[in-house]
């Protein structure tokens, strides 16, 4: 049975709207607007019926304070010094109607129907568009292979929980797809999730962007700013490339989570958090442990849970589904009606290596798709250097190694030979951001690839 809190500071009208509503409705009265919101911490109320006048805080700060605090709840204002104003500055507040006094008793009783049937369509809406999230965010983990199915099951087995997750695989697995349904599986579903690509900054802008900043805390620093932590809380922080952090930020990490609380730079005044811990690395973190690059007391606490992604020449049977998975979602971007692939294609794409696992696949099924000339993918369309499985000699540049240096160093090395040396266009093919981009150029000595 639905229930509805009556507020008025006058006895016989509560009494009397109780009366009215009491045999349909399970009723709550209260007589001024503190009792109301006392009354709401402690029930589950699915209406409030508010008079507009009354001592002290009157209905409309009421109702204002409940669509801060129970967002979805709804509520109907009465007043027997009805105006147009008053009406129209409660339904812009977010009331759901606005009544006369003295109540026509059969009106009030058709309009609490039609709010109450509103609020049950919207709940009913909201948990179907989280019954939709969930099904979307496991629908993306795409494969039939046994580790795909085991990496599934993790997620669904862990996302329920606040446990902390580390995610490890090489670059282009998915490690983000994983941490977005560990999120949209969690209670915390509703709340933020918030993605920190922590190569990507310098350690003094890290430290910053995670745990935010005070005004003149540094030069630049001219006003307040909210951390990643701070934003994120209630909802889900994933700290993607985390093996990337440096020594001395990390002392800084393991305190928040040891405390639940951080520390803007230039403050003295921790800030309590709340937020679920989802890490990701394309590093073995335990030999980066050894090697005495991460912290060991760290690497315990973000490795609470584990989930392994493997690359995608290990689970070469789902290359298909993939593929299928790649033509459906570029067929509307790209206006093509492209119907599948043909078995020779098939063939050379399973025979090659994937070295940027399935972020690599993805921008080749792109590519071809874009100059394919008719409705199916075919052998012609598969670029040059997938069927002969490496960069081809006479396409890479003076002094190229492919086959001694590292995968990733090989991918990056594509990316920029196919964009011509367009440092932006190559990010975006890899799917990093532009900044990881020019750290790995640099790093494996790319500077003069085009």
């Known amino acids: 049975m639905s229930r509805i809190l009556i507020v008025d500071d006058d006895k016989a009208t509560r009494d009397g709207l109780a009366l009215a ?5 399970a009723v709550l009265t209260a007589a001024d607007a503190e009792a109301a919101l006392r009354a ?4 589950e109320v699915d209406l409030v019926l508010t008079d507009l006048r009354m001592p002290g805080r009157d209905g409309l700060s009421l109702l204002r304070d409940i669509i801060a605090s129970h967002p979805g709840l709804p509520v109907i204002l009465l007043s027997a010094y009805g105006s147009v104003e008053s009406a129209v500055e409660a339904m812009r507040d977010g ?25 049950n369509l919207e709940r009913q809406n909201a ?32 996302a329920p929980t606040p446990a902390t997750v580390l995610i490890q695989g090489p670059s282009g697995t998915g490690k983000e797809l994983v941490a977005r349904a560990l999120h949209a599986l ?10 920190v690509h922590c ?19 540094f030069t630049g620093a001219t006003e307040d700013r909210k951390g990643r932590f701070e934003i994120a809380d209630g909802g889900t922080l994933f700290l993607d490339e985390i ?15 040891e405390t639940r609380t951080v520390e803007p ?30 912290r060991e007391d760290l690497y315990f606490r973000l490795n609470v849970v584990d989930i392994n992604l493997p690359p995608l020449r290990e689970r070469q049977g789902d290359l298909p589904l993939l593929c299928d998975a790649f033509v459906r979602e570029f067929n509307p971007q790209l206006g093509r009606g492209i119907l599948g692939i043909t078995p020779e294609a098939m063939a050379a794409l399973a025979a090659y290596p994937w070295p940027g696992n399935v972020r690599e696949l993805r921008n080749a099924i792109e590519r071809m798709m874009v100059l394919a000339h008719g409705d199916h993918l075919t052998l012609e369309d598969v670029p040059k250097t997938i069927r002969e499985g490496r960069v081809a000699p006479e396409q890479a540049p003076a002094g190229a190694q492919p086959a001694a240096e590292p995968e990733e160093a090989t991918l990056i090395r594509r990316a920029l030979f196919e964009t011509k040396g367009n440092r932006t266009a190559a990010a975006k093919r890899l799917g990093i951001p532009l900044r990881t981009l020019y750290r790995r150029i640099k790093t494996y000595g790319l500077e003069d690839v085009k």
């Open 186 to 195: 969690s209670p915390r579903s509703g709340k933020p999730f918030v993605a």
């Open 265 to 294: 730079v230039g403050s003295a005044t921790p800030i309590p958090v709340d937020i679920r811990l989802v890490a990701a690395t394309n590093r073995d973190l335990r030999a980066w442990v050894d090697a005495g690059k991460f």
């Open 199 to 217: 190569a990507a900054l310098a350690p003094s802008l890290l430290e910053s962007e995670l745990f935010g900043h005070v005004k003149g805390a």
């Open 95 to 119: 009331a759901v109607d606005f009544l006369t006094k003295p109540v026509n008793l059969d009106h009030l009783e058709l309009v609490v129907r039609r709010a109450l049937r509103q609020k």
């Open 40 to 43: 709401l911490t402690e029930h």
């Open 127 to 158: 948990r179907l568009r989280a019954q939709l999230a969930e099904r979307s965010a496991l629908d993306r983990i795409i494969g039939s292979s046994e580790a795909m199915l085991a990496v599934r099951e993790r997620i669904e087995q862990v």
């Open 21 to 25: 509503l009491g045999h349909d409705y």
């Open 243 to 257: 093996s990337e952090i440096d020594l001395a930020t990390q002392v800084k990490l393991l305190r928040v989570l």
